[in-house]
């Protein structure tokens, strides 16, 4: 079993910036493509950003030139910089890791994930 754990979190203002860390333990054993999502209150999850095992990534277009996603594959840890932030992006972040299986990646699809993070709390203010 793998364990997502999640860090960097918190209150920033409007045109702040934040960080946010996910790093996996436990039953390492698998190659992982990495994904966040976010879900504000009274809305659904909805898919942030994610990088394939290769390094290939993908932004929903609200955060394309705002939010960078990386990895550390030697730390098993998937990162966000998160920069320009708006009240909009206020949500709880969840991180997601994808055992690399070969078939098609549908990114953007909750189902296609395998273990996620407990979450972290984003609140940009006005």
């Known amino acids: 079993q793998v364990q997502l754990v999640e860090s960097g979190g918190g209150l920033v203002q409007a045109g702040g910036s934040l960080r946010l860390s996910c790093a996996a333990s436990g039953r390492t054993f698998s190659s992982y493509d990495m994904g966040w999502f976010r879900q504000a209150p009274g809305k659904e999850r909805e898919f942030v950003a994610a990088i394939r095992w290769s390094g290939t990534t993908y932004y929903t277009d609200s955060v394309k030139g705002r939010f960078t996603i990386s990895r550390d594959n030697a730390k098993n840890t998937v990162y966000l910089q998160m920069n320009s932030l708006k009240p909009e992006d206020t949500a709880v972040y969840y991180c997601?890791?994808?055992?690399?299986?070969?078939?098609?990646?549908?990114?953007?699809?909750?189902?296609?994930?395998?273990?996620w993070g407990q979450g972290t709390q984003v609140t940009v203010s006005s």
């Open positions: 997601a890791f994808r055992i690399v299986n070969g078939r098609t990646y549908y990114y953007g699809r909750i189902p296609e994930y395998d273990y």
